[in-house]
């Protein structure tokens, strides 16, 4: 059975960081697609961000090129989000899913990601 876990989030200051780890079971997601979607109240779940398998190639969405960085460390088969200069609008639930069709390039696109985390929470306020 797949399964993702996230951790990391919280309640940090504008301008702050976070880095948030997607752990994986019962996959080697260095086989996969990866990405973190963001969730903030009211509005619809979007792409982050994404590490694509069949070349290692990155995707941000525009609002966080230059703060994010998506990450993997195949030895501990976790996927990491560093999150830096963190402003209020960063505020959601952040989620990290697998495309489980290996060597793709990733996309930003929920419809394409069978396996979701249950989401960590991020705050940024004063």
């Known amino acids: 059975q797949v399964q993702l876990v996230e951790s990391g989030g919280g309640l940090v200051q504008p301008g702050g960081s976070l880095r948030l780890s997607c752990a994986a079971s019962?996959?080697?997601?260095?086989?996969?697609?990866i990405a973190w979607f963001r969730q903030a109240p009211g509005k619809e779940r979007e792409g982050v961000s994404c590490i694509s398998s069949s070349d290692g190639s990155r995707y941000y969405v525009d609002s966080v090129k230059g703060r994010f960085t998506i990450s993997r460390d195949n030895a501990k088969n976790t996927v990491y989000l560093q999150m830096n200069s963190l402003k209020p609008e960063d505020t959601g639930v952040y989620y990290c899913a697998v495309q489980t069709v290996v060597f793709r390039r990733c996309v930003p696109f929920v419809s394409e990601y069978d396996v979701w985390g249950q989401g960590t929470e991020v705050t940024v306020s004063t």
């Open positions: 019962g996959i080697t997601l260095d086989y996969y697609p």
